[in-house]
């Protein structure tokens, strides 16, 4: 099968919950089929990441991902009534589409797969290809008009959903296919396009071969990680709530608790948050597997967000328990108090923290029962799934001519 997929993300380094996806999709998809690649890129590549992502696509293209919109931009009025999302159209680029035409005049394709609402407008125009909307996301724009807590803020955000989840449902018209990465995103969307076609969970995943023999390794039984950049919403979101309410209650029978936040902080006053000692914010970490397996835990103190949590997955394969919210194990099937701990109020979650750390035999059944959950959701099987997937739409498509 011949593949053209378009990514918002350049996955080297695989290092967010987008670019993993992204990545796997490509590495397991490429044992089989051909593609070609037209990704956006935030920051300069060296040769080295292009090099490593030639094993699996047969050409790259790269382009500088800039969204021109700025709330004070002269054009802000206009676009304001545009029917797509000023987010969209200011970062339209008519190079990535002139490639594509490129790519499509050369070549014969049996599918496009347009990874995220970003790269959902430039498949429009290729009638011919069976298209897959890869990755639909509602839950996390929703969830802020959920959350408003002023009414003027509430009527922006319920403009800006209206927008977006109209957005959504035109594209989805023009698709021959979606995925979701959970049963909750699939109902979402079928809210909003009840006439979307072929619509499948495909979840997120986790590379099994990753998950060493690692319980007995030693750990720091007062330090808590978190793994996520903070640039992002949700994870602010999530930190937040912790040092301000869960921390200071954990603190008050454990004073030595430690608390590392991993990821970029770029552009982020971290000032804003509230001081607490022992709260280090590392920033970017390339290789972040020993300080997961030398933690005590992997919080997941998730309010807010869609999918599913690959930085549980991501614990669970490194021998590491987690506690979360209810909101953070949205979308796996996980048991309670078997394969993760779960709170949802301050003193609920503090409360998991002190059975872990007075209960070691608690922690070595997570461990075990997590690495089960990790071979439920290895890449290669999903992956395996997501091709039968594919095939079924491109000969639904051929049948239709």
């Not at 802000?76 to 035409?101: I, W």
């Not at 995943?205 to 949700?234: F, N």
């Not at 001081?275 to 914010?281: K, S």
Request: charged share 25%.
């Amino acid at each position: 099968m011949n593949i053209l997929f378009l990514s918002r993300w350049f996955p080297i380094p695989p290092d967010n919950g987008s670019k993993i996806r992204i990545h796997a999709l490509l590495k397991y998809l490429s044992l089989h089929h051909r593609i070609d690649l037209v990704s956006f890129t935030e920051e300069p590549l060296q040769e080295e990441q292009v090099k490593e992502l030639q094993q699996y696509c047969r050409t790259i293209r790269v382009f500088r991902y800039r969204n021109s919109y700025h709330g004070e931009s002269g054009d802000g009025f206009y676009t304001y009534f545009s029917p797509v999302p000023r987010a969209y159209l200011h970062a339209y680029n008519p190079e990535v589409q002139a490639t594509l035409d490129e790519f499509v005049e050369k070549n014969t394709y049996d599918v496009l797969i347009a990874s995220q609402i970003d790269m959902a407008m430039y498949a429009q125009k290729y009638k011919n290809i069976a298209r897959i909307f890869e990755e639909v996301e509602l839950t996390t724009i929703y969830q802020l008009v959920l959350r408003a807590d002023t009414p003027l803020r509430r009527f922006r955000n319920q403009l800006t959903w209206w927008k977006y989840s109209n957005y959504v449902h035109r594209l989805l018209q023009t698709f021959d296919g979606c995925t979701v990465v959970s049963d909750l995103e699939e109902r979402r969307t079928l809210s909003v396009a009840p006439d979307c076609k072929n619509i499948v969970v495909v979840p997120n995943g986790v590379e099994p071969a990753e998950s060493g023999d690692d319980q007995h390794l030693e750990y720091d039984p007062e330090r808590l990680i978190y793994t996520g950049a903070v640039t992002y919403l949700a994870n602010m979101d999530a930190v937040r709530y912790f040092i301000e309410r869960v921390l200071p209650v954990i603190r008050r029978r454990k004073p030595g608790i430690k608390l590392w936040v991993t990821g970029k902080t770029a552009g982020v006053d971290l000032g804003q948050l509230p001081h607490q000692e022992n709260v280090l914010f590392t920033g970017y970490v390339e290789d972040i597997r020993p300080l997961i397996r030398s933690s005590l835990a992997c919080i997941v103190p998730l309010r807010i967000g869609g999918g599913t949590r690959l930085k549980i997955l991501e614990a669970l394969s490194h021998g590491t328990p987690v506690i979360s919210t209810s909101k953070g194990i949205e979308g796996l099937d996980l048991k309670r108090g078997r394969d993760v701990l779960v709170g949802d109020s301050p003193e609920e979650f503090a409360a998991e923290v002190f059975r872990l750390i007075e209960q070691p035999g608690l922690r070595q059944q997570l461990i075990s029962h997590g690495r089960e959950v990790v071979d439920r959701y290895g890449w290669e099987q999903i992956v395996q799934r997501y091709e039968l997937y594919l095939d079924r739409v491109v000969t639904q498509k051929m049948n239709r001519g």
